[in-house]
C-alpha cells in the first residue's frame, strides 16, 4: 500500500506492519482486526494512524486470503506456527526500508503522536520498545533491520517468545514517566482479546 507523500511526518520510519496472526481463541475465532471500535473496524483505525507515520503500509498474517481485495499489501507469515515473533521478522523482511513500526491488530488507540515519538527514540538502537507496570510492549515497537539476524537466530533455535527478543538486540526503552503524556486515559495500550476487552473498548469509545 502506497501512501501519499503529503501525509508523512518529516521524523517518521517510511514503514509500518500490522501483525494480524493468531487465532483469537477467547474471541471465538473473530478475526481481531474486524471488530469495531467508535463505530470503526480496529483495522481502519490503526490504518488512519499508521498513514501519518510511514509511507508503506503492511499487513503480516498467516492467512493472507482474509485480507482478499483489501488493497493492502499482505505478507504471509515466512516462517508459519512461530507466532508473534515470526510476525515481527517477516515485517523487517519484507519492509523496504531500514525502520519498521510494528503494530499488533488488536490496539485500537494508538495514536500517530506516540508513534511519531517512538520513531524519534529509536536513534542507533536496534529498536525501541514502550516498556509499562505490565512489562514491555513489542507489539507497538519500532525495529531496525538489524533485528534480522538476532530473530532469524531465535527462531531456528525454537526460541519463540517475542519480549525475550530485548536480551539479543539493543533496546531503547520508553518507560511510564515518558508515556504519560501520549496515554492519559491509560488505553494506549488496550488491547482486544477477550469479549470483556471489547466493550471494554467500546465503552471508551461510547459505542452503542
Same mark, same amino acid.
Request: with cysteine; proline share 7%; aromatic share 4%.
Given at each position: 500500500? %502506497? /501512501?501519499?507523500?503529503?501525509?508523512?511526518?518529516?521524523?517518521?520510519?517510511?514503514?509500518?506492519?500490522?501483525?494480524?496472526?493468531?487465532? !483469537?481463541? %477467547?474471541?471465538?475465532?473473530?478475526?481481531?482486526?474486524?471488530?469495531?471500535?467508535?463505530?470503526?473496524?480496529?483495522?481502519? &483505525?490503526? *490504518?488512519?494512524?499508521?498513514?501519518?507515520?510511514?509511507?508503506?503500509?503492511?499487513? /503480516?498474517?498467516?492467512?493472507?486470503?482474509?485480507?482478499?481485495?483489501?488493497?493492502?499489501? /499482505?505478507?504471509?507469515?515466512?516462517?508459519?506456527?512461530?507466532?508473534? #515473533?515470526?510476525?515481527?521478522?517477516?515485517?523487517?523482511?519484507?519492509?523496504?526500508?531500514?525502520?519498521? @513500526? /510494528?503494530?499488533?491488530?488488536?490496539?485500537?488507540? @494508538?495514536?500517530?503522536?506516540?508513534?511519531?515519538? *517512538? @520513531?524519534? &527514540?529509536?536513534?542507533?538502537?536496534?529498536?525501541?520498545?514502550?516498556?509499562?507496570?505490565?512489562?514491555?510492549?513489542?507489539?507497538?515497537?519500532?525495529?531496525?533491520?538489524?533485528?534480522?539476524?538476532?530473530?532469524?537466530? %531465535?527462531?531456528?533455535?525454537?526460541? #519463540?517468545? *517475542?519480549? !525475550?527478543?530485548?536480551?539479543?538486540?539493543?533496546?531503547?526503552?520508553?518507560?511510564?514517566?515518558? #508515556?504519560?503524556?501520549?496515554?492519559?486515559?491509560?488505553?494506549?495500550?488496550?488491547?482486544?482479546?477477550?469479549?470483556?476487552?471489547?466493550?471494554?473498548? &467500546?465503552?471508551?469509545?461510547?459505542?452503542?
Amino acid at each position: 500500500m %502506497r /501512501v501519499p507523500a503529503g501525509l508523512i511526518h518529516p521524523t517518521s520510519v517510511r514503514t509500518a506492519a500490522i501483525i494480524a496472526g493468531g487465532r !483469537a481463541t %477467547r474471541l471465538g475465532g473473530l478475526d481481531k482486526w474486524t471488530l469495531t471500535v467508535g463505530g470503526r473496524r480496529i483495522l481502519d &483505525r490503526q *490504518l488512519s494512524v499508521l498513514r501519518h507515520v510511514a509511507e508503506h503500509i503492511l499487513i /503480516v498474517t498467516d492467512d493472507p486470503h482474509r485480507f482478499r481485495g483489501s488493497g493492502l499489501r /499482505v505478507c504471509a507469515d515466512l516462517i508459519p506456527g512461530a507466532g508473534p #515473533l515470526s510476525g515481527v521478522y517477516t515485517a523487517l523482511v519484507r519492509a523496504p526500508t531500514e525502520h519498521t @513500526v /510494528v503494530v499488533a491488530c488488536d490496539l485500537p488507540f @494508538v495514536t500517530t503522536s506516540f508513534l511519531r515519538h *517512538l @520513531v524519534t &527514540r529509536v536513534g542507533q538502537s536496534d529498536a525501541a520498545v514502550p516498556r509499562t507496570a505490565a512489562g514491555p510492549q513489542p507489539l507497538c515497537a519500532v525495529y531496525a533491520r538489524s533485528c534480522i539476524g538476532p530473530i532469524r537466530s %531465535r527462531l531456528e533455535r525454537g526460541a #519463540l517468545q *517475542l519480549s !525475550a527478543l530485548e536480551h539479543a538486540i539493543r533496546v531503547t526503552h520508553i518507560d511510564t514517566p515518558e #508515556l504519560a503524556p501520549f496515554d492519559p486515559n491509560g488505553t494506549l495500550f488496550l488491547n482486544v482479546n477477550t469479549p470483556d476487552d471489547h466493550r471494554r473498548a &467500546r465503552a471508551l469509545t461510547d459505542d452503542d
